[in-house]
């Protein structure tokens, strides 16, 4: 077990909630730091150094080229100053160690459009799937219910059966690139969030429940390791019951539902399981 536990926030390009997932981190029990995405380019910094890599929402190079796709472009060929190395290489390494790994809206759309998300069969660098325009043609500011997978083998959701976040995207919805993947993630119980009626708790396709008109409700999926896991709800958004809209109105917890993902993530590191 290392005796810090230590979480790296990247930011920089149009990420506009790295303090918000830092501060996530740091309840949890990490040490954590925000590193300019440009730190890492120049060498300054290096992803070897941390046990758990966040991608924060935002809007990565204005989305100009569809959400994340200019910053995933980034990842997979800009190379790192003082070396013969791509960045990928450092992501490559990370993921290879069993390391963890958490997109959250843009940086879901950031894992995705890179391939490591969901990754099958240990291919990281392939898109199979993607994150498009909402159907409801808009952005969506709201809060959603999810439903959690138990037979997931997702670290962060490991334990938890539902959990409310805002959402706040306008291309959240997940299509996969055929029948045949989207099976396969039902099959290994890698879809580990969908959106869900708040009465039933059932995954459902209907608006405003499901915000976005993702195939199959998919709110976030995770890779067979359980270690790389994405989503478009923002559990750094609701740490603390002050930050629900009807906290004034209702009898909440004290700790927010999306602060449980980074203390199991802090808990598996602990665990020393890698």
């Known amino acids: 077990m290392p005796e810090r536990i230590k979480a790296i926030v990247i930011t920089g ?3 506009n909630c790295e303090m918000e997932m830092a501060h996530a981190c740091r309840l949890a029990g990490f040490d954590a730091q925000i590193v300019h995405i440009s730190e890492l380019l120049a060498g300054e910094k290096r992803l070897d150094d941390y046990h758990f890599l966040n991608l924060p929402g935002g809007f990565l190079d204005g989305d100009d080229l569809g959400s994340a796709k200019a910053g995933a472009n980034r990842i997979l060929h800009a190379p790192v100053a003082g070396s013969s190395e791509k960045l990928f ?3 490559s390494r990370f993921i290879a160690a069993g390391k963890l790994i958490l997109g959250v809206c843009n940086g879901f759309q950031l894992l995705v459009k890179l391939g ?5 069969d240990g291919r990281i660098d392939r898109q199979t799937a993607t994150l498009t325009f909402n159907d409801s043609g808009r952005f969506e500011d709201r809060w959603v219910h999810l439903r959690v997978d138990p ?5 962060f959701t490991n334990g938890l059966k539902r959990l409310p976040l805002p959402v706040r995207h306008g291309e959240g919805k997940f299509v996969p690139a055929d029948e045949e993947l989207l099976a ?5 119980h890698l879809i580990c969030l969908q959106y869900s009626d708040e009465q039933t708790g059932r995954a459902t396709p209907e608006y405003p429940a499901n915000p976005n008109g993702s ?3 998919v709110a976030g999926i995770c ?3 359980g270690r790389i896991f994405g989503l478009m709800p923002h559990p750094e958004a609701y740490l603390h ?10 009898e909440l917890p004290e700790e927010g539902a999306g602060l449980a993902l980074f203390r199991n993530a802090a808990d598996f590191i602990r665990s020393g399981a890698f």
């Open 151 to 155: 037979a997931s083998p997702c670290v």
């Open 241 to 250: 019951r002050t930050n629900h809209p009807r906290w004034t109105r209702e």
């Open 184 to 188: 396969r993630l039902h099959r290994e």
């Open 223 to 225: 890779n067979q390791t």
């Open 13 to 15: 390009n149009g990420t």
């Open 215 to 217: 195939v199959d409700a």
């Open 89 to 91: 290489a450092q992501f």
């Open 116 to 120: 490591m998300l969901p990754g099958l």
